[in-house]
């Protein structure tokens, strides 16, 4: 089991900027890959950015140049920072883990375990 705990969701102004923490746990198992995922009301829900144990990144081409994800291995934590929001961001961000050691990025059925999301609000 991986607990996933989010937070740093907030309301930001156009151009502004949020850093997201993702806080990982768990007893016998340790995460291979953390998912960052959006979903805005009405659409489905949609990858962001991942990260590997390793250190290896993936972005979706909407967020690439804005966001960066990082790792506090000491700490157990992910990290979102995102910069130049945009109203377009706005959504419920989620993060997701796999004790796989196999990912397609951005693919939520490939990810077990959530955290319960933290509300991200771009106004323009």
């Known amino acids: 089991q991986v607990q996933l705990v989010e937070s740093g969701g907030g309301s930001v102004q156009s151009g502004g900027s949020l850093r997201l923490s993702c806080a990982a746990s768990?007893?016998?198992?340790?995460?291979?890959?953390i998912n960052w995922f959006r979903q805005a009301p009405g659409k489905k829900r949609e990858g962001v950015a991942g990260i590997s144990q390793a250190g290896t990144t993936w972005y979706d081409d909407s967020v690439k140049g804005r966001f960066t994800i990082s790792q506090d291995r000491a700490k157990n934590t992910v990290f979102l920072q995102m910069n130049s929001l945009k109203p377009e961001d706005t959504a419920m961000y989620y993060c997701?883990?796999?004790?796989?050691?196999?990912?397609?990025?951005?693919?939520?059925?490939?990810?077990?375990?959530w955290g319960q999301g933290t509300q991200v609000t771009v106004s323009a």
């Open positions: 997701a883990a796999t004790t796989q050691t196999f990912v397609r990025w951005g693919l939520v059925s490939d990810f077990a375990y």
């Open positions: 768990g007893s016998s198992v340790s995460w291979e890959f």
